[in-house]
């Protein structure tokens, strides 16, 4: 894993939490996009290298929905940037991990992403995401 690419935060109403998160750091959002296939709607946020991703359920049933009901807003997931989305599921499935979605699928921020289960990660959402280039077809 390279990095820490964002940490997912979840949240009820984003239009709140934009200016929220805007005052805290200095400077507005810089993009905003909805996941459709997710049922979220995202907003990225920058802070020195970092990325900050908020996160809002536009349906009942998505899992950001069914988080904020059982857990109220918060931190939902930290996201690793890796090279090989692929290599790493087969190398994580060796080390015992739970991978949550096997097919990697399209997230915010033109990503490849899967998750790993919170059980086999100390309680902890991962996500692993990967650049999406052009060649690559989802």
């Known amino acids: 894993m390279d990095k820490i ?3 997912g935060i979840a949240v009820k109403d984003l239009e709140k939490s934009n200016q929220l998160f805007a005052s805290l750091f200095g400077a507005p959002h810089y993009k905003i996009e909805e996941v459709v ?10 802070s020195g ?3 900050i991703e908020l996160l809002q359920a536009t349906n009942p049933e998505s899992s950001i929905a069914k988080f904020i009901e059982k857990k109220s807003e918060g931190i939902h997931h930290i996201a690793f940037l890796v090279q090989d989305i692929f290599a790493e599921i087969v190398r994580l499935k060796k080390e015992g991990f739970v991978v949550l979605n096997e097919t990697p699928k399209k997230g ?3 990503k490849l992403v899967v ?9 902890v ?8 280039h052009i060649s690559q077809k989802i």
């Open 37 to 46: 296939s997710e049922g979220v709607k995202t907003s990225f946020f920058k």
């Open 5 to 7: 690419e964002h940490i």
């Open 125 to 132: 959402l991962i996500e692993l995401c990967q650049e999406i």
């Open 108 to 110: 915010a921020d033109n």
């Open 115 to 123: 998750f790993l289960h919170p059980k086999t990660t100390n309680g």
């Open 49 to 51: 290298p970092n990325k």
